[in-house]
């Protein structure tokens, strides 16, 4: 039984003024005693922990920095009032607003109560019991208890980048020849006939159409569809870096999911490995507008892991989920060391069979310290940082000369930068 604050100060100023009338013990234990049986029966005309039913949605998906309302449905099914407080807990990284409630709630009524979630982390947050303190119509006792309504709040990555989508799409609706822009040359889907026009390459000419009409005709061509296109996200203690105001995974994310929504739109089949000594999420290779929310669902728990990626395994991993030729997208750092010992020894096994394109993102901060040389000790940065470029520029350059593209760019601009890479290839057939 749960004693209020009210029911001790009613007993402490009952027993002070049985004392000034009738300074006798037999005066303070008959208030004591009077009081306990006004207690006992407020308690016994306390609703029953069992006539509280509590519901609630097991998942709420947000994006991360918006808010949310997490609603819990408190049904009264006994035949008392239901009167008291409601607490409902989450974690601190929920930023949880609202969280105590009052009820007052008549026989066979339900209530909704809402409390507001400002997640401030990617991921599954997962809440706790459901504490109900219930008091009788005196308010001088009642009872306590708890109850786990299993809820979770699931905060999707921000995608930021979702603005410049149309544009890109735009774009790459224009080169597949929507916009009468037909391409032709090795590697293309066959589109359509038109006449043959001085100029034009004779082996386009096709002579089993010509032979049926009465002019020469040659075929037209678009870039080809269904391509597969997949993501490589490394998920090792390089991708814990800060770069701005996030990590390094949190930029690759944002490009992974802008590159993957433009090429599932423009019909290739599209599939993300994220990995550091296992698989830490993965999306099988789709198509059509389903990609974009699984790609999010399945990245929005994924941080960084305090280990030294396996890049063999993931090698291993990439091949045996891309058995033809596909664009593989491998998001990792440019650091000197971690190319030469972990990337130069496995890339040529991947290039031999697909087509490699490194993406990493770079730290402006970098940049600004290298330009800045205002005094001896900006001097001294400046020294070091134009040290650190050198070596990225000559990684660059060697991973180039291995026919490995590179992307590398600040977080900003990094998924304007590789979905415009990844026109450039739509346009030039080199998929």
Known sequence: MVVTGRLFGIAVAAAVFVTMVSPSWFGVLLTTALLCALAA????????SADV??????????????????????????????????????????????????????????????TTLTPTRRGDRAAGPVTVRLFGPLGLAGHQFQRV????????????????????????????????????????????????????????????ATARATDVLVRTWRPERNRQVLMLLDTGRISAARVGGGTRLDNAIEAALLLGSLAAAGGDMVGLLAYDREVRAEVRTGVGRGVQPKLMHALAGVTPALVDTDSEGLVRA??????????????????????????????????????????????????????????????????????????????????????????????PDLPGALADEYLELKRSAAL
Do not use: C
């Open 41 to 48: 029966t407020d308690r016994a005309l306390t609703a029953g």
């Open 149 to 208: 309504v299993p809820a979770r709040v699931r905060a999707l990555p921000p995608f930021h980048s979702e603005r410049l989508l149309g544009g890109k799409i735009k774009r790459l609706h224009h080169l597949e020849g929507r916009n009468l822009a037909d391409l032709r040359g090795q590697g293309t889907e066959f589109d359509s006939f038109r006449e043959y026009v001085p100029g034009d390459d004779v082996r386009t000419i096709d002579w089993r």
């Open 318 to 411: 990439t091949i045996h989920r891309a058995r033809r030729r596909s664009l593989i997208v491998w998001f990792t750092g440019l650091d000197s060391a971690a190319v030469t010992e972990n990337l130069l020894p496995v890339l040529p096994v991947l290039a031999e069979r697909h087509r490699v394109l490194i993406v990493s993102v770079t730290d402006p901060e970098i940049a600004a310290a290298a330009a800045d040389r205002s005094d001896l000790r900006a001097l001294y940065r400046a020294a070091a940082a134009e040290s650190r470029l050198a070596e990225q520029a000559v990684v660059q350059e060697s991973l180039r000369r291995m026919g490995i593209a590179v992307i590398a760019a600040a977080g």
């Open 53 to 114: 039913v509590l519901d609630r949605p097991e998942l709420t998906v947000l994006r991360l920095g918006a808010a949310t309302e997490v609603e819990i449905s408190v049904t009264n099914t006994g035949p008392r009032v239901v009167r008291g407080r409601l607490w409902d807990d989450w974690p601190g990284s929920t930023g949880a607003a609202g969280r105590e409630h009052r009820l007052n709630l008549p026989p066979g009524h339900r209530v909704r109560v809402r």
